[in-house]
Nanobody
Framework: QVQLVESGGGLVQAGGSLRLSCAAS????????MGWFRQPPGKEREFVAG????????HYTDSVKGRFAISRDNAKNTMYLQMTSLKPEDTAVYYC?????????????????WGQGTQITVSS
């Protein structure tokens, strides 16, 4: 089993920044791809960003390109999401997720492990 714990959510004004962290523990050696998802109020969960273990090429959904940056510190078993220029439409519960697949996948079904989620609210 793999446990994921997110931190760093909160309330921020539009244009502000936040950094999310996702600490992984347990049987993490089999985890190659990790990602961030979000679920806005009343909507389905959507892929935000993802990264392989050795961070060769991160992936982003179009709406966050140029504003969000995903990174991964394998020594600390922690993944980050640096979010800048936040917009009200970024308001959502953000989840980190871990996949045993060795490649990019934006579908939630690809991810076997999920964190509990952290709320981000961006006020206008």
């Amino acid at each position: 089993q793999v446990q994921l714990v997110e931190s760093g959510g909160g309330l921020v004004q539009a244009g502000g920044s936040l950094r999310l962290s996702c600490a992984a523990s347990g049987r993490i050696l089999g985890i190659d791809y990790m990602g961030w998802f979000r679920q806005p109020p009343g909507k389905e969960r959507e892929f935000v960003a993802g990264i392989l273990r050795y961070a060769t090429r991160p992936h982003y959904t179009d709406s966050v390109k140029g504003r969000f940056a995903i990174s991964r510190d394998n020594a600390k078993n922690t993944m980050y999401l640096q979010m800048t220029s936040l917009k009200p439409e970024d308001t959502a519960v953000y989840y980190c997720a871990a996949s045993q697949r060795p490649d990019y996948c934006s579908a939630p079904e690809c991810y076997a492990y999920w964190g509990q989620g952290t709320q981000i609210t961006v006020s206008s």
